[in-house]
């Protein structure tokens, strides 16, 4: 596999809902938000974090999805711990092996 890309299967059909180049460098951290239609996938230094919508794929099979953030966390790099999302999955909140936090609004 390439460095940076990502696959999203189905869990019961296996099919690929998705597949994208999220980062140049290989994927440190992936996250789905609660409703598991926004997909977070950090870059291996972790100044980068990509935030894209998964949608179904069309009736006709095409995979569908559509990058809507890019959230920079800093200049330095860092090691991302932790993802996670509020309930309403209107922020965003990142946790680093720098001891930092970070939060971002994403809807």
Do not use: N
Request: with cysteine; aromatic share 8%.
């Amino acid at each position: 596999a390439c460095p940076g890309v990502v696959f999203v299967r189905d869990i019961c059909t296996r099919a690929i809902i998705a597949h994208f180049r999220a980062c140049d460098s290989p994927v440190s951290y992936l996250a789905f938000d609660p409703s598991g239609t926004m997909l977070v996938s950090a870059s291996l230094d972790g100044q980068e974090l990509d935030v894209s919508l998964i949608c179904p794929p069309t009736p006709d099979g095409v995979e569908t999805y559509r990058h809507i953030y890019k959230l920079v966390r800093g200049i330095t790099h860092a090691v991302i711990q932790d993802v996670t999302f509020s309930d309403d999955c209107a922020w965003c909140g990142v946790s680093t092996s720098h001891g930092t936090a970070h939060l971002f609004a994403v809807r």
